[in-house]
């Protein structure tokens, strides 16, 4: 679905308060109609299509938490 056709149509994005640099937010799909000229991809195969890209997203974290930690550390190491 087209995200700015669905927020249109009674989508809501409410952000979450968490870590400084990681941006995390709640989305709601209530009574959301999009048109059928507005679907990406086949429908009903939306958790195939996010969960075929859940390989990938792991890998970024991992590296994400791997320069956090050394960002920690060197910060520590100054503090100590």
Do not use: W
Request: net charge negative; proline share 1%.
């Amino acid at each position: 679905v087209d995200m700015n056709e669905a927020k249109k149509h009674g989508m809501e994005i409410h952000k979450i308060d968490c870590l400084v640099n990681h941006s995390t937010c709640q989305v709601f799909f209530d009574n959301v109609r999009i048109p059928e000229s507005a679907l990406i991809g086949k429908e009903g195969d939306g958790f195939k299509y996010i969960l075929s890209s859940m390989n990938a997203e792991r890998i970024l974290i991992a590296s994400e938490c791997i320069g956090d930690a050394r960002f920690f550390i060197d910060r520590a190491t100054k503090y100590a």
